[in-house]
């Protein structure tokens, strides 16, 4: 995949685009702590979605130095800031202006992307977290209007508990599956395959198909 660079005001984040020949939407990878878009498990999940036929950009929201304080990786405001210039960036692209977006984010990061889903000016086709803290969006979970899927392992309780207490919290469309077997980074056979599936008909069916997201 191309490597970019977006400026993000005072700072660039790197990322890698994907653009089928063909496509009407791109998914915006906002991944967690201790993995980068050149992750193994962001790139499989990634291949998925593109086979179905959607654009992939996969991103560094920290810069290698911030990456070295921990606590950024939990700044979510942040990130979420972040994802937002890369939203923009996206809409300043003669290829990508008018295309659909989805954010699929894992641990942290899914936190971030419904941080910056829940602004008034987002548009947010779909969100999928995979072992996500959703939850670190707090209050702001309230104001998302993406459908969102949350996918969880069945051997993570935890942040299956997190999950939960998010989805508790959502008002949009809002789905919870749950990986028997799973365990925080789906390291277990197939059970990484069986959550791309999920994303990529997740995905597929609110920004592939003719009917407007927000109605569910």
Do not use: C, K
Request: glycine share 10%.
């Amino acid at each position: 995949m191309p490597d970019v660079e977006i400026d993000a005001g005072n700072v660039s984040v790197h990322g890698s685009l994907h653009l089928p020949a063909q496509f009407e939407a791109v998914v915006v990878f906002a991944h967690g702590s201790g993995s980068s878009r050149h992750s193994p498990r962001n790139r499989f999940v990634a291949s998925v979605l593109q086979n179905a036929g959607l654009g992939t950009l996969l991103l560094d929201l920290l810069t290698p130095d911030e990456e070295a304080n921990r606590g950024n990786v939990f700044d979510i405001a942040l990130l979420a800031r972040r994802l937002a210039a890369a939203i923009r960036w996206l809409g300043t692209r003669d290829d990508t202006a008018s295309s659909r977006i989805g954010y699929f984010g894992a641990s942290t990061g899914a936190g971030a992307a419904l941080w910056a889903a829940a602004e008034p000016d987002a548009r947010i086709g779909a969100i999928v977290s995979r072992g996500g803290r959703p939850d670190l969006a707090g209050p702001r979970l309230t104001a998302v209007r993406a459908p969102t899927l949350l996918i969880v392992g069945g051997a993570d309780p935890q942040v299956l508990a997190f999950n939960r207490q998010a989805m508790a919290l959502m008002r949009a469309p809002t789905r919870l599956e749950i990986i028997p077997g799973a365990t925080h980074l789906f390291e277990e056979t197939g059970t990484l395959a069986q959550a791309a599936t999920l994303a990529a008909d997740w995905f597929t069916y609110y920004l592939l198909q003719d009917h407007d997201a927000a109605e569910g």
